[in-house]
């Protein structure tokens, strides 16, 4: 199943800079943003981006300058599991994995998408947006605050996993983080 409002997505939200394309991954991207990735995450989101908006569970937001991907972002139309009862209701989105390329920063990438983001979760008929920033991640949270979010006054969540790099190797990760939230 495909995401109709994923696939005819054009969002009325003016580029901060000239030439950005802020647009959810088509089938013909994986080749072409895996160089670009591989600095910027794991391999496999790409494709569990396809197969989520395939199945109309969420996309995998990609950000292009010049023909080049600089960032992407992970929606989910279902809050995190994570998440309280309360915004279990089926309208709460949930973002995860803002990136953008190193050089890019501070362009207004992040709030591009971020907005994007938005805007479909709105179109959906969503209520709320969601995510977590890790605690020591002062300017994500300095940007989600600059969006309109805030700290939703949960427990703090100590997290870690491990996700194979490009190269093969296992990287193991830990973070903990908080949860914000904005009403739409």
């Avoid at 292009?64 to 279990?88: F, M």
């Avoid at 207004?108 to 179109?123: V, Y």
């Avoid at 300017?139 to 979010?149: D, I, M, S, T, V």
């Amino acid at each position: 199943m495909s995401d109709p409002l994923a696939a005819g997505f054009n969002p009325q939200v003016r580029p901060p800079i000239e030439g950005l394309v802020v647009r959810p991954i088509r089938d013909g991207d994986i080749e072409a943003i895996s160089e670009a990735l591989r600095d910027l995450g794991s391999p496999a989101q790409p494709e569990r981006g396809l197969d989520r908006g395939r199945e109309g569970l969420g996309t995998f937001l990609t950000a292009w300058l010049a023909n080049e991907c600089v960032g992407y972002l992970t929606v989910h139309w279902r809050s995190s599991p994570r998440s309280p009862d309360e915004w279990k209701d089926g309208r709460t989105a949930y973002l995860e994995d803002l990136i953008v390329a190193e050089n890019k920063r501070g362009l207004g990438i992040g709030t591009a998408m971020m907005l994007a983001a938005e805007t479909m979760a709105h179109e959906r008929g969503l209520s709320r947006v969601t995510l977590g920033v890790g605690v020591e991640n002062d300017g994500a949270r300095r940007l989600y605050e600059r969006l309109g979010y805030a700290d939703a006054g949960l427990d703090p969540v100590a997290d870690r996993g491990r996700f194979q790099r490009w190269d093969g190797e296992t990287a193991e990760w830990q973070e903990t983080w908080r949860f914000m939230v904005k009403d739409l």
